[in-house]
C-alpha cells in the first residue's frame, strides 16, 4: 500500500508508476533529506508535538537509513515514489509505526525545497573551491610568465603584443565574477521553507526558527506559497553555472587554436590530451574541446528549467520535478570540467619564444610608432595616416618596422629620430601601457596582488560554509 494509498480503489498503472517517480535521479538527494528529518524531528519534540522518546527512535532510525542508503543495502523503489517516501518507508520498517510520526506538519512540497537548497548549498561550496584552485593555476602561470609576450588579437588579427601573464590574468577576473555571483547566491539559497506545509503553512505549533538555526540557515522564508513554489534558486544556479562554462569555453578556444602547430603557443601536458586510433602522430586536445561543447548541455538546462517555470500557477506543482536532473548534471558538468582545469592550466608547457617570433615578425608595435609621433605634436589622426603608409611601405619591401634604417622612417616623417628603435622593442611597447589595467608588467603584477587578497578572503568565506555543513554530516 502507498503511503498516500488511503483514498484510492485500486493500485497504481505501473506505468504511471514509472512515469512519476523521480526516485532514479532524486536519491542524489538522501543525505540532505535525512538532515532535514533531523532537523525537523528534534523540533517536534521541542515544540511537544512529539515526546522526546519518539523523537529519540525516529532519530535512531534515521541514522540507521543513512547508513543503509549509503551502503547501497536500503531498496528504493518506484512504487515509494520518490527520496522522501522512500526514506519514510524505509524509518516504518525500522522502527516500526512511530516512523509514521516524522511527516507531522510537513508536506513533501517544502521538504522537497528545502533538500534542494540543502544539496546546492554543498554544490556551492564544492564548486566555488575548485573555482579558486582554478584562478590559482592561472595566477602560477601568470607570476611564471610575467616576461613572456605573445600578440594581443582583435578580430584574430595581432593587433597589440601583451603580457602572457595579462591574458592570465583577464581570465582570473572572469573566474572572479563567477566567484563572487556564486558566493552571493548563498543568501538566497540560505533559506528555510520547512513549515510551509503543502502551500498553506502548518496548524501544529512548530517553530520555523528552531529548524532554521539548526540546518544552519540565515532565515526562514517569508510566504509559504512562496516557499513551496519557489526554483528562482534553481534557475540563478544555472545562469551562474551558464556564464562560469561560458568563460571556460572561452579558455578551451584558445588552448585549442594555441596547440595547434598552426599558432604552437603552448603545449598541454602529455597526461591531458589523449590520442588518435588511427593516425599515430596526432596528440588532441581532447578535454577542452569536451569542455567546450558541454556548455550546450549546461545552456539547455537553464532554458530548461525557465521554461517549465513559466506559466505555473501557485503553489506546487508536478511540473517543479523537473528541476532535478538539470541542476544535478549541471553541478556534474562544472565539477567536471574545473577539476580538469586546474592541473591542466598547471602543467602546461607555454612556448615563449614562439610567442615572441609572432610578436616581433609582425606590426604590432604600430600604434606605439603613431603614439611616438604624438609626442612630437603631431595629431593622432595625423600620425594614424603616416603609419599606416609606413607599414604599406615595410609590407611592400618585406621588412618588420624594427628592419627600417632611419633614412626609410624619415621620409614618412622628418619627427623620427634613433630613439624610435628603442620605443618599437616589444618590451617597451608592453611597458608603455602603464596604465591601471593595462599589460605594463608592473601593472600585472598589481593585479596579481588584487587577484591574491581577493583569494584570501574566499578561502575564508569558505571556511566558514564548510564547517557549517560539516557540522550537519549524518553518517
Ligand atoms: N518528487 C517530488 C518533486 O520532486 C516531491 C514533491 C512531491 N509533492 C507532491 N505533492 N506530489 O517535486
Not at 563572487?180 to 512548530?206: C, H, M, Q, Y
Not at 572561452?250 to 598541454?268: D, K, M, T
Amino acid at each position: 500500500m502507498k503511503l498516500w494509498g488511503g483514498r484510492f480503489t485500486k493500485p497504481t498503472n505501473q506505468l504511471v508508476d514509472e512515469y512519476t517517480a523521480s526516485i532514479r535521479f532524486d536519491q542524489k538527494l538522501a543525505t540532505f533529506d535525512i538532515q532535514g528529518s533531523l532537523a525537523h524531528v528534534s523540533m517536534l519534540a521541542k515544540c511537544a508535538i512529539i515526546t522526546n522518546q519518539e523523537a529519540e527512535l525516529i532519530t535512531d532510525g534515521l541514522k540507521k537509513v543513512a547508513t543503509q542508503i549509503e551502503c547501497g543495502e536500503a531498496e528504493l523503489t518506484e512504487a515509494n515514489e520518490d527520496i522522501h517516501m522512500n526514506v519514510e518507508k524505509l524509518l516504518i520498517d525500522q522502527i516500526g509505526s512511530v516512523g509514521g510520526k516524522l511527516h507531522t506538519g510537513r508536506s513533501r512540497n517544502d521538504q522537497v525545497a528545502l533538500d534542494m537548497r540543502l544539496y546546492l548549498r554543498d554544490a556551492l561550496v564544492t564548486i566555488a573551491t575548485l573555482l579558486l584552485e582554478l584562478q590559482q593555476a592561472l595566477v602560477k602561470q601568470a607570476e611564471a610568465n610575467l616576461d613572456t609576450v605573445l600578440p594581443g588579437y582583435t578580430h584574430l588579427q595581432r593587433a597589440q603584443p601583451v603580457l602572457f601573464a595579462h591574458h592570465m590574468m583577464a581570465y582570473v577576473f572572469m573566474f572572479q565574477r563567477d566567484l563572487e555571483r556564486l558566493t552571493d547566491s548563498w543568501k538566497r539559497v540560505n533559506r528555510s521553507p520547512l513549515g510551509a506545509g503543502a502551500l498553506a503553512g502548518t496548524s501544529f505549533p512548530i517553530d520555523r526558527s528552531f529548524v532554521a538555526d539548526q540546518l544552519g540557515f540565515d532565515a526562514v522564508s517569508e510566504n509559504s506559497l512562496d516557499a513551496v513554489s519557489d526554483r528562482d534558486f534553481v534557475i540563478e544556479f544555472l545562469a551562474d553555472a551558464s556564464l562560469v562554462i561560458m568563460h571556460l569555453s572561452r579558455l578551451s578556444e584558445e588552448l585549442v587554436q594555441w596547440s595547434s602547430a598552426e599558432f604552437n603557443f603552448i603545449e598541454l601536458d602529455d597526461a591531458f590530451c589523449t590520442g588518435s586510433s588511427m593516425m599515430p602522430q596526432k596528440k588532441n586536445p581532447d578535454v577542452p574541446e569536451l569542455v567546450r561543447g558541454k556548455t550546450g548541455r549546461v545552456f539547455g538546462h537553464l532554458m530548461g528549467m525557465l521554461t517549465t517555470l513559466k506559466g505555473l500557477p501557485l503553489a506546487y506543482n508536478k511540473d517543479m520535478q523537473e528541476d532535478k536532473e538539470g541542476m544535478f548534471d549541471t553541478v556534474e558538468t562544472l565539477k567536471g570540467a574545473l577539476a580538469l582545469f586546474a592541473p591542466m592550466i598547471e602543467t602546461m608547457n607555454v612556448h615563449k619564444d614562439v610567442m615572441y617570433q609572432a610578436v616581433v615578425k609582425d606590426y604590432s608595435n604600430a600604434t606605439d610608432l603613431a603614439d611616438y609621433l604624438v609626442g612630437k605634436d603631431i595629431p593622432f589622426r595625423e600620425a594614424h595616416a603616416i603609419v599606416g603608409q609606413t607599414v604599406l611601405y615595410s609590407i611592400e619591401q618585406s621588412k618588420y618596422l624594427l628592419d627600417l634604417s632611419l633614412a626609410e622612417f624619415k621620409r614618412f616623417s622628418k619627427a623620427i629620430d634613433e630613439d624610435i628603435y628603442d620605443v618599437l622593442s616589444a618590451k617597451a611597447v608592453v611597458n608603455a601601457r602603464d596604465v591601471t589595467g593595462g599589460t605594463a608588467k608592473n601593472r600585472v603584477e598589481d593585479q596579481i596582488k588584487q587577484a591574491r587578497q581577493f583569494f584570501e578572503d574566499h578561502e575564508t568565506w569558505l571556511q566558514g560554509k564548510i564547517t557549517l555543513l560539516k557540522k550537519l554530516i549524518v553518517t
